[in-house]
Every structure is written in structure tokens, then in C-alpha cells.
T-cell receptor, first 110, second 113 residues
Framework: DAGVTQSPTHLIKTRGQQVTLRCSPK?????VSWYQQALGQGPQFIFQ???????QRGNFPDRFSGHQFPNYSSELNVNALLLGDSALYLC?????????FGPGTRLTVL | GEDVEQSLFLSVREGDSSVINCTYT??????LYWYKQEPGAGLQLLTY?????DMKQDQRLTVLLNKKDKHLSLRIADTQTGDSAIYFC?????????????FGKGTKLSVIP
């Protein structure tokens, strides 16, 4: 079992650009959650996808959007990037109460 | 609302026990988790406990829950240098309409050889 995988590992973008991050869940998991972790902080919940629908959303603007595919993989899209969007973006997959995290994508916005 | 607080730093000698503390505010039925994050890596789930339990033990890890004070602790027995990392406490109201994990800011554990 490969566990949760994320791509790319690192990404550098400039302000105003758009970015897409990808996540493949652990085998057998049907739910994907996305978190943003700023330097020195705990992860902050962005949203969760289940059955290809956004089930719950955290306190993030509409610039953050997502999608879940029939194979349960997921994408996180961020439009109109700001310097403050620089962070580690973590994907977590789950089937019930245990959420397992991927290694993250480090996004730097210049 | 949910709020999770942790002390930021802990330093222990190799072979001693480490105790990492956390307080939470939500009084509803909740699951409480401990995650470990090594530098440049994602989060590793260590263990979790439901709020109707008092204690859970898993090899070198012991979780204690004081429901009255909303206080959670993680004890690591015989701490090793490989235990050096940031430890996050998190809670969720899973099953009560909320599935998000709410994290503390993390406790950086340094193990002195």
C-alpha cells in the first residue's frame, strides 16, 4: 500500500497565478481532506470531499476550490495567489475516524 | 467553538519519559488525536482516544484524558532521539456533523542524547 501520495512535492508561483495540487488517497479510503500549514503553525482545515461533493468547508475564501474524482483522488485549486498562500498543503484520506496524511506540497508564492 | 492549546517546547534526556500536554474546549462527544511531524514531512497518526475513555496505551505511548478539565496528555516512555519531532494534538466532532480536525500549534520535543 503506497499510502497517501501528493504531487508535486514543491512548487514556486508568482502572485496572481493559479495552482493545482493533487492527492491520491490510501487504498480503501473514500474521503479526502485538505489542510494548509503555515510555517510554525498547526494545520488549518480547508475542506473535505466525500462522494465527489464538498462535505464541509473551513474558513477559507472562494479562491480555494477542489474536486474529487470517481477514483477518490482529489485536486485543490487556488486562484489569484497571494504571498500569504505560501505554506505546506497537506492532503489526508480516511474511511472513518482516522485521517492519514500525505507528505504535503510546499507552495512558495513570490 | 473548538480550540486546542499546547505548550510549544519540551526538552528531555534520552531514556526518560516525555509528557506532552494539550487542552481543548469543546465539551461535545469528540475524538482526540496525537500526530507526529518530522522536519519536512507530513503528519503521522500516533494514536487517538474517544472522549468517553480515560486512558489508552499502545506500546511506549500512553494517552490520558481528564474530561472534567478537558486536558489530554501523551506520555512517551523511554524516549529516544528518533522521537524528536513536533507533536500535534487535534480534535474532531466526527459523527456530530463535523469532520474537520482542529489542531493545536504543536509541541516541539527535543531529545538530548
Amino acid at each position: 500500500d503506497a499510502g497517501v501520495t501528493q504531487s508535486p512535492t514543491h512548487l514556486i508561483k508568482t502572485r496572481g497565478q493559479q495552482v493545482t495540487l493533487r492527492c491520491s488517497p490510501k487504498s480503501g479510503h473514500d474521503t479526502v481532506s485538505w489542510y494548509q500549514q503555515a510555517l510554525g503553525q498547526g494545520p488549518q482545515f480547508i475542506f473535505q470531499y466525500y462522494e465527489e461533493e464538498e462535505r464541509q468547508r473551513g474558513n477559507f475564501p472562494d479562491r480555494f476550490s477542489g474536486h474529487q474524482f470517481p477514483n477518490y483522488s482529489s485536486e485543490l485549486n487556488v486562484n489569484a495567489l497571494l504571498l500569504g498562500d505560501s505554506a505546506l498543503y497537506l492532503c489526508a484520506s480516511s474511511f472513518d475516524i482516522e485521517q492519514f496524511f500525505g507528505p504535503g506540497t510546499r507552495l512558495t508564492v513570490l | 467553538g473548538e480550540d486546542v492549546e499546547q505548550s510549544l517546547f519540551l526538552s528531555v534526556r534520552e531514556g526518560d519519559s516525555s509528557v506532552i500536554n494539550c487542552t481543548y474546549t469543546d465539551s461535545s462527544s469528540t475524538y482526540l488525536y496525537w500526530y507526529k511531524q518530522e522536519p519536512g514531512a507530513g503528519l503521522q497518526l500516533l494514536t487517538y482516544i474517544f472522549s468517553n475513555m480515560d486512558m489508552k496505551q499502545d506500546q511506549r505511548l500512553t494517552v490520558l484524558l481528564n474530561k472534567k478539565d478537558k486536558h489530554l496528555s501523551l506520555r512517551i516512555a523511554d524516549t529516544q532521539t528518533g522521537d524528536s519531532a513536533i507533536y500535534f494534538c487535534a480534535e474532531t466532532l466526527y459523527g456530530a456533523g463535523s469532520y474537520q480536525l482542529t489542531f493545536g500549534k504543536g509541541t516541539k520535543l527535543s531529545v538530548i542524547p
